[in-house]
């Protein structure tokens, strides 16, 4: 069996991952004892985002024609490809929170929604809250003003009862 046909099947691989994936990281993973690296892929399944190592060329051949192929010029040294299908700040976000506790773990780049980010835009990335947090955040802030005001509408109705 020739290599090109070896390795089609893990481009394919690859290219089903990053089809229809709302965010890409690259990983840099050198240095990462095999504790934290069974724990790191441990966080990242629970919140339902791929971990995994691939060979550079292997991401470079599957990225062609997508908006992943920004991600070209980063393929350098060890890689690893955290994918996220419908959190787009997820795979930032956690990374960076286990980044925290192993030091040599490092975000090189991402795409997130069709747009590339080197190693500073995905660490302000991260720090975007999820979703549901987000919208958590906002109905709390539709809620605040209406408790305030039926407080004090209590407080009048009280006050004339007395």
């Not at 339902?48 to 192929?69: C, H, P, Q, S, W």
């Amino acid at each position: 069996m020739a290599k090109v046909e070896l390795k089609q099947p893990i481009v394919e691989e690859i290219r089903e991952a990053v089809n229809g994936a709302a965010s890409a990281v690259l990983v840099d993973y050198r240095g990462l004892t095999v504790e934290q690296d069974t724990v790191l892929r441990k966080t990242l399944r629970e919140a339902g985002i791929t971990y995994k190592v691939y060979k550079n060329t292997m991401m470079r051949l599957a990225f062609e024609g997508t908006d992943f192929a920004q991600l070209d010029k980063d393929l350098e040294g060890p890689s690893a490809l955290v994918i996220s299908k419908t959190d787009a700040t997820a795979p930032a976000r956690e990374i960076a929170k286990f980044a925290k506790t192993a030091d040599k773990l490092e975000i090189k780049s991402g795409v997130v929604e069709g747009t590339y980010y080197d190693a500073a835009g995905m660490a302000k990335i991260a720090t975007i809250p999820s979703r549901e947090e987000l919208l958590s955040k906002f109905l709390g802030s539709i809620q605040s003003p209406v408790a305030n005001f039926a407080r004090v509408i209590k407080q009048i109705a009280e006050q004339k009862e007395a």
